[in-house]
């Protein structure tokens, strides 16, 4: 799998949006990026992904640079609710296997 | 949209206590489940992957006769901490996949995890 580099923490005032980043230059053309999100004590939850076109969905957007090496998670209007580490996951997914979690970003929204 | 769920949410028990954690999916069948552990402070590892109606895949390092992984329906993943101890004590994560589509288009979902705590 195509390693991911994120920041560890970020901050963001809630109302504003928050632009999460995540380096992937190793990713190969198969390889899909997944978002998910944990809150605390919580199982991850799923956000949003891409290949390589930008999505949009009732959660977030995903920018995808156009050589995929990078991407950019965005929450248009952050709230206290959203504070959680947000993982940047790539992956081939053959025969149906997992992701690899490595450390996230942990975004604290605040008033 | 998908729902799995997982129960118990929290367990504390004796040290030397088996302890069996359900994962289903419940608007879905799932082909494959996954089992993850979590200790404080640090990210998900994968334990194992289980495909229905096989046996599990296990990581390195997981002891397999330590970590019972049942897989024996479509919407159903047991795992079961046998002879517990303190160091075992871990959040304890499910996730499933469905099937229908392809692999590469599908994502994974997760349960709420299972705090396991070994007294």
């Known amino acids: 799998d195509a390693k991911t580099t994120q920041p560890p923490s970020m901050d963001c005032a809630e109302g504003r949006a928050a632009n999460l980043p995540c380096n992937h230059s190793?990713?190969?053309?198969?390889?899909?990026v997944y978002w998910y999100r944990q809150i605390h004590s919580q199982g991850p939850q799923y956000i949003i992904h891409?290949?390589?076109n930008n999505e949009t969905n009732e959660m977030a957007s995903l920018i995808i640079t156009e050589d995929r090496k990078s991407s950019t998670l965005i929450l248009p209007h952050a709230t206290l609710r959203d504070t959680a580490v947000y993982y940047c996951i790539v992956r081939v997914d053959d025969a149906g296997n997992m992701l690899t979690f490595g450390g996230g970003t942990r975004l604290m929204v605040k008033p | 949209g998908a729902v799995v769920s997982q129960h118990p949410s929290r367990v504390i028990c004796k040290s030397g206590t088996s302890v069996k954690i359900e994962c289903r999916s419940l608007?879905?069948?799932?082909?494959?489940m996954f089992w993850y552990r979590q200790f404080p402070k640090q990210s998900l590892m994968l334990m194992a992957t289980?495909?229905?109606?096989?046996?599990?895949?296990?990581e390195q390092g997981v002891e397999k006769d330590k970590f019972l992984i049942n897989h024996a329906s479509l919407t159903l993943s047991t795992l079961t901490v046998t002879s517990a101890h303190p160091e075992d004590s871990s959040f304890y994560i499910c996730s499933a996949r469905g099937q229908g589509q392809p692999n590469n288009n599908q994502p994974q979902h997760f349960g709420d995890g299972t705090r396991l705590s070994i007294l």
């Open positions: 190793t990713i190969s053309g198969n390889e899909y």
């Open positions: 289980s495909n229905e109606g096989s046996k599990a895949t296990y």
């Open positions: 608007d879905f069948q799932a082909t494959t």
């Open positions: 891409g290949l390589k």
